[in-house]
């Protein structure tokens, strides 16, 4: 019988942003798993924020066996150790965003898109707002809601 050891060493080096992506999971106590892989990439091949059915469709695509509940699994606890964001549009479905600089959203009230909008960092973030005294900064959940370029056109008030 083979070691464990063994086995692993046997298989190919993950490349630079794998082994970032494998830290962080490990940091947060879980395994570098090529489900939470292929869900990952599913999130960060576009800058779209998808909903965990988008993710579950691409990720499809790559691994055909993988189900909507490992999807959801996955994005929980990439989550939880900070390699994605869960993004709230009113009562939609969540989406979820892979930027892990410090930023905003904004929602197109007419199509429903959602962009990053940079924002400066934490300790920048205080200067916004005339925050109370001895009050700091450690997470920011900001959405600006308005009309997109593409649907300005067609709104009036635009």
């Not at 080096?13 to 892989?37: D, I, M």
């Given at each position: 019988m083979k070691s464990r050891s063994s086995r692993?060493?046997?298989?190919?080096?993950?490349?630079?942003?794998?082994?970032?992506?494998?830290?962080?999971?490990?940091?947060?106590?879980?395994?570098?798993?090529?489900?939470?892989?292929?869900?990952f990439d599913a999130v960060t091949r576009s800058h779209d924020h998808p909903t965990a059915v988008d993710v579950f469709i691409r990720a499809k695509k790559a691994m055909p066996s993988i189900s909507l509940a490992t999807v959801y699994n996955c994005l929980e606890t990439m989550a939880q150790c900070g390699l994605v964001r869960q993004v709230h549009v009113d009562r939609e479905a969540s989406r979820f965003c892979a930027n892990r600089e410090a930023h905003a959203h904004f929602v197109c009230g007419d199509c429903g898109r959602v962009e990053d909008v940079p924002l400066p960092a934490r300790a920048g973030l205080a200067r916004l707002w005339s925050l109370p005294p001895g009050y700091a900064v450690t997470?920011?959940?900001?959405?600006?809601?308005?009309?997109?370029?593409?649907?300005?056109?067609?709104t009036p008030s635009a």
């Open positions: 692993s060493s046997r298989r190919p080096a993950p490349a630079a942003g794998a082994r970032e992506y494998g830290a962080t999971l490990a940091q947060g106590g879980f395994r570098f798993t090529s489900q939470r892989r292929v869900v997470h920011s959940d900001i959405s600006l809601r308005g009309v997109c370029p593409a649907c300005a056109p067609k």
